[in-house]
């Protein structure tokens, strides 16, 4: 059985991303997934050892995680659609073409992380959840790293990615120490771009809200009907949804972001997207 995996360790155990070789499967046992060296790989029989008897409950008592067993599902209504997936191509195009590495912080299941790998010599993708990277295990491309591990824990290269992502992680984090955190990882011209949830600001963001309730609907009949007579994804929400570690009282409001990053990452720009989500994207001054 391969070596059980620290809960808050990077795959090699805790080894530095910058030399990080990871355990690799071993082709010769039954079951064993065949993945090449150098991609991080969680057994199954780990995993089920780590889902705690706390019915699911993150580790550090936000949020929940449904899990293999006692996890409480979230129920999926056929007009639910996936509104991180709505903003990947945004996301996306604020990548410049040519990257070599690239940071996906809180990677979940590696629907972005498979979408960065097109556009990246090498996708780092880093999630604390062991569920969420095993399903990541599965459906990422070799080009991507998976690592196990809290993002504000464990060493990143100094200036070693040409661009950070999130996908709805950040408001995971405390802002004051992540940011700089990423900052410094980031190298000098690099891009830091980012979509989390935002505290709900009322009155101030009123219409932007009433607008999210209405068109959520529209949109959400739309794709249902799109996917019924044209056949596609179109947003709809991956198996592992369910399973996704949330947050749903996010601390901050875009306005409260806003200052933490102007303070922070001078020259960045935050706005409010209306799906939920704030957008955050910094260009780190070239030196
Ligand atoms: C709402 S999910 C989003 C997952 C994925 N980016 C997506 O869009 O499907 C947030 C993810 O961030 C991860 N996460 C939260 N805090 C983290 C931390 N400190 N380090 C690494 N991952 C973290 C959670 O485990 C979870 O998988």
Same mark, same amino acid.
Request: glycine share 8%; proline share 9%.
């Given at each position: 059985?391969?070596?059980?995996?620290?809960?808050?360790?990077?795959? /090699?155990?805790?080894?530095?991303?910058?030399?990080?070789?990871?355990?690799?499967?071993? #082709?010769?046992?039954?079951? %064993? #997934?065949?993945?090449?060296?150098? !991609?991080?790989?969680? %057994?199954?029989?780990?995993?089920?050892?780590?889902?705690?008897?706390?019915?699911?409950?993150?580790? =550090?008592? *936000?949020?929940?995680?449904?899990?293999?067993?006692?996890?409480?599902?979230? #129920?999926?209504?056929? @007009?639910?659609?996936?509104?991180?997936?709505?903003?990947? !191509?945004?996301?996306? *195009?604020?990548?410049?073409?040519?990257?070599?590495?690239?940071?996906? &912080?809180?990677?979940?299941?590696?629907?972005?992380?498979?979408?960065? /790998?097109?556009?990246?010599?090498?996708? =780092? $993708?880093?999630?604390?959840? +062991?569920?969420?990277?095993?399903?990541?295990?599965?459906?990422?491309? =070799?080009? &991507?790293?998976? @690592?196990?591990? =809290?993002?504000?824990?464990?060493?990143? +290269?100094?200036?070693?990615?040409?661009?950070?992502?999130? &996908?709805?992680?950040?408001?995971?984090?405390?802002?004051?120490?992540?940011?700089?955190?990423?900052?410094?990882?980031? *190298?000098?011209?690099?891009?830091?771009?980012? &979509?989390?949830?935002?505290?709900?600001?009322?009155?101030?963001?009123?219409?932007?809200?009433?607008? /999210?309730?209405?068109?959520?609907?529209?949109?959400? @009949?739309?794709? /249902?009907?799109? *996917?019924?007579?044209?056949?596609?994804?179109?947003?709809?929400?991956?198996?592992?949804? %369910?399973?996704?570690?949330?947050?749903?009282? +996010?601390?901050?409001?875009?306005?409260?972001?806003?200052?933490?990053?102007?303070?922070?990452?001078?020259? $960045?720009?935050?706005?409010?997207?209306?799906?939920? !989500?704030?957008?955050?994207?910094?260009?780190?001054? %070239?030196?």
């Amino acid at each position: 059985m391969i070596g059980r995996l620290p809960h808050n360790g990077f795959c /090699a155990r805790g080894t530095p991303l910058s030399s990080h070789r990871s355990t690799a499967a071993d #082709p010769s046992r039954p079951g %064993s #997934p065949r993945r090449s060296p150098g !991609r991080c790989w969680v %057994s199954p029989v780990v995993l089920c050892a780590d889902l705690g008897a706390d019915g699911g409950r993150a580790p =550090d008592g *936000r949020g929940s995680r449904a899990g293999a067993r006692g996890g409480r599902l979230r #129920p999926v209504s056929a @007009l639910d659609w996936d509104h991180n997936a709505f903003y990947h !191509r945004l996301l996306l *195009r604020q990548l410049p073409d040519g990257l070599r590495r690239v940071l996906d &912080v809180g990677c979940g299941a590696g629907v972005f992380a498979s979408k960065l /790998a097109a556009r990246a010599e090498k996708v =780092d $993708a880093v999630d604390k959840s +062991p569920e969420m990277i095993a399903a990541a295990y599965d459906t990422t491309p =070799d080009n &991507v790293t998976l @690592l196990l591990g =809290d993002v504000l824990k464990e060493p990143l +290269p100094e200036a070693g990615y040409d661009a950070i992502v999130s &996908v709805t992680a950040l408001h995971h984090l405390p802002l004051e120490m992540a940011l700089p955190v990423l900052a410094r990882a980031l *190298r000098p011209g690099g891009v830091l771009v980012a &979509v989390a949830l935002p505290r709900t600001d009322l009155p101030r963001e009123l219409p932007v809200e009433l607008l /999210a309730l209405i068109s959520q609907r529209l949109f959400g @009949l739309t794709f /249902a009907l799109l *996917r019924k007579f044209n056949g596609g994804n179109w947003f709809a929400h991956e198996p592992t949804h %369910s399973a996704m570690p949330v947050l749903l009282d +996010p601390p901050l409001a875009t306005r409260q972001v806003r200052e933490y990053a102007a303070a922070l990452l001078p020259g $960045a720009q935050v706005r409010r997207l209306v799906f939920w !989500r704030y957008f955050l994207l910094w260009h780190k001054p %070239s030196d």
